[in-house]
């Protein structure tokens, strides 16, 4: 294989294991400066340069985005996935979860459980948003933080709201989450690698600090993950988009809580407190996919006119409910059934003898029309532009804004 590592820190200890470990398995490996690309559209075929010259061919890109670079760094990432080169951290995955609020909006419609979390940018909204938390103490998030930066414990409302205020004033934009005091200062960072957890550590705060990331001083140890945090751990990565990943768990009284999904974890921890090759393990899963490059599903299968993608909800009431796929009538509509979702599990590509269920959601291709029969009437748009109407706009005595 011949691997490409994107990262701007050559000399960094989880770069230089990650190039260590490909050589070691005798794979070609070279460390590419992300900034020195070059995205060429002016082609028929999409490409790149790097450092002004044609890019040779890779099997295969690590990406190791900084924060600092995140937009044109999955620029590149979303070029080397236009030229079918795998990458088991797509630009779609690396967005996701470098934006704190998107990742949580993402996780929290599959049953992914989270310290309650509020998001408002009115001023008068904020003493509000905090009663919806549970109240004071909360941690306050910057969107884009990164080892503990911007991460703030404020123990009273008041004192939330000041905070809020000053950051609102330079145009940050925060979070306003629950602080789960049962967690005492520690998390658990699962090191996600394709379907399994690798290697998995237990990060403890020093002192006062609630924080417990390293960088913050934080001490780490090795942990035996229970099969719970193990099973929210892989699924968090891949409803995130990302087959190499660190998820950060809370230990709640309840179970894990999820924290955060981070695109480009550092190998250095993880290794010292486990004593796992864990960069070997990464550098194996992409030798192994190499072959099956990110697809856009929906890109690709929407070309043909008159055909796409949707998902298609088992209603109570549904007459489809108790029969198989294959006596359900959407294969004689022209509609293929890709995966069946039932509750936190998937399916993918079922049997016809499958029997549907109240509740269960199918991911099809097919015909629009025949589709669009089968989706609730809120969702279907007109299929031609209407006149303008005679009055365009309806007086009022009042303007109300909101």
Same mark, same amino acid.
């Given at each position: 294989m011949k691997l490409a590592i994107l990262s701007r820190s050559l000399r960094s200890y989880s770069t230089q294991r990650l190039r260590t470990a490909a050589l070691n398995r005798g794979h070609q490996v070279k460390v590419l400066d992300t900034l020195r690309f070059g =995205?060429?559209?002016t082609g028929d075929v999409p490409d790149l340069s790097f450092r002004g010259r044609p890019l040779s061919v890779y099997? $295969?890109? @690590?990406p190791r985005i900084g924060a600092s670079v995140t937009y044109f760094g999955t620029a590149v990432v979303r070029q080397f996935e236009q030229m079918d080169v795998y990458t088991p951290n797509t630009a779609n995955g690396i967005m996701n979860s470098r934006d704190k609020l998107r990742a949580t909006q993402i996780l929290s419609r599959h049953e992914i459980e989270m310290p309650a979390t509020s998001f408002v940018r009115n001023r008068d909204d904020v003493r509000n948003a905090i009663a919806m938390v549970g109240g004071a103490p909360v941690v306050i998030k910057l969107l884009e933080g990164t080892q503990g930066i911007g991460v703030i414990l404020a123990p009273t409302a008041k004192v939330a709201e000041a905070i809020i205020e000053t950051l609102h004033g330079t145009n940050q934009q925060v979070l306003i989450q629950r602080f789960v005091k049962e967690s005492k200062g520690k998390d658990i960072r699962a090191l996600v690698v394709g379907d399994r957890v690798v290697a998995a550590m237990r990060r403890r705060a020093q002192? *006062? *600090?609630f924080r417990s990331n390293v960088h913050r001083g934080g001490t780490v140890e090795n942990v035996d993950l229970d099969p719970a945090y193990a099973e929210v751990a892989v699924r968090a990565a891949h409803i995130m988009g990302l087959r190499v990943a660190g998820v950060d768990m809370l230990e709640g009284n309840d179970g894990p809580l999820m924290m955060e999904v981070n695109s480009s974890p550092g190998l250095q921890g993880i290794e010292a407190a486990t004593k796992l090759d864990v960069?070997? $393990?990464i550098v194996d899963y992409i030798a192994d996919q $190499?072959?099956?490059p990110d697809i856009d599903v929906r890109q690709r299968l929407a070309v043909s006119t008159g055909y796409g993608v949707a998902e298609i909800a088992i209603m109570p009431g549904s007459d489809m409910v108790g029969k198989t796929l294959g006596g359900s009538g959407l294969r004689e509509k022209? =509609?293929? +059934? @890709?995966t069946l979702h039932r509750g936190t599990r998937? +399916?993918?590509?079922p049997y016809p003898s499958k029997v549907l269920e109240d509740g269960d959601r199918l991911l099809c291709f097919g015909r629009h029309e025949s589709m669009r029969s089968l989706i609730p009437a809120r969702s279907r748009r007109p299929k031609r532009v209407r006149k @303008?109407?005679?009055q365009p706009i309806q007086e009022s005595g009042e303007v109300t804004l909101g």
């Open positions: =995205i060429d559209l099997d $295969a890109v @690590l002192g *006062e *600090e960069a070997g $393990a $190499a072959g099956f022209d =509609i293929q +059934v @890709l998937v +399916v993918p590509n @303008l109407p005679r």
